[in-house]
């Protein structure tokens, strides 16, 4: 039972590449979010999954986009990367009503 | 949307002192309120959560928090620090959107200096 799972841990990118985030639990959990972590800012929601095929904006959703095709995956895209994304990526999962399992990050660098 | 407020980004206490950290919640409904620690370079981890059962809630590493609804407050206190409690800790509450989904508010984080 390996939890939430992120891929990759560590990445660089130049303005205007485009990259795939992948988070993986295997809870069976039907809820599953993205956030980014900025110093002083806690963690803003970006984009968040009820359940499999659906998808919906979170408070920062801009520049980000989302895929559930599967119910144990949840895959956050950048486009066309900026600075402004440099930040520490988070996926969580939870149950209905219930505390969120996160997985151990992304540290993302936009040069 | 709700909101969490985290009096003091940065904390220090001497190893063996009381902690205290702040949490201050805006909610019209009954909260479902959790303290998280996040150590350097991990991801968050559940500390202890309220979910209207005993207003007193004991959590893992001798931390607790007290749920006071006239105050909107949810601090959480340890009676005696340890080095290895350094960390930052999150304050979140639990709330459902317009269209009854599920969403989480966290506080900006509280950084905990243990000092020897």
């Known amino acids: 039972n390996a939890g939430v799972t992120q891929t990759p841990k560590f990445r660089v990118l130049k303005t205007g590449q485009s990259m795939t985030l992948l988070c993986a639990q295997d809870?069976?959990?039907?809820?599953m979010y993205w956030y980014r972590q900025d110093p002083g800012m806690g963690l803003r929601l970006i984009h968040y999954?009820?359940?499999?095929?659906?998808?919906a904006k979170g408070e920062v959703p801009d520049g980000y986009n989302v895929s559930r095709l599967k119910k144990q995956n949840f895959l956050l895209g950048l486009e066309s990367a900026a600075p402004s994304q440099t930040s520490v990526y988070f996926c969580?999962?939870?149950?209905?009503?219930?505390?969120?399992?996160f997985g151990p990050g992304t540290r993302l660098t936009v040069l | 949307a709700q909101s969490v407020t985290q009096l003091g980004s940065h904390v220090s206490v001497s190893e063996g002192a009381l902690v205290l950290l702040r949490c201050n919640y805006s909610?019209?409904?009954?909260?479902?309120l959790f303290w998280y620690v996040q150590y350097p370079n991990q991801g968050l981890q559940l500390l202890l959560k309220?979910?209207?059962?005993?207003?007193l809630v004991k959590g893992i590493n001798g931390f607790e928090a007290e749920f006071k609804k006239s105050e909107t407050s949810f601090h959480l206190t340890k009676p005696s620090a340890h080095m290895s409690d350094a960390a930052e800790y999150f304050c979140?509450?639990?709330?459902?959107?317009?269209?009854?989904?599920?969403?989480?508010?966290f506080g900006t984080g509280t950084k905990l200096q243990v000092i020897p």
């Open positions: 909610s019209s409904v009954p909260p479902y």
């Open positions: 979140a509450v639990i709330w459902r959107d317009s269209g009854g989904y599920q969403k989480v508010t």
């Open positions: 309220y979910t209207s059962a005993a207003t």
């Open positions: 809870m069976n959990h039907e809820y």
């Open positions: 999954s009820v359940g499999e095929g659906t998808t």
């Open positions: 969580a999962s939870v149950r209905r009503v219930g505390e969120q399992f």
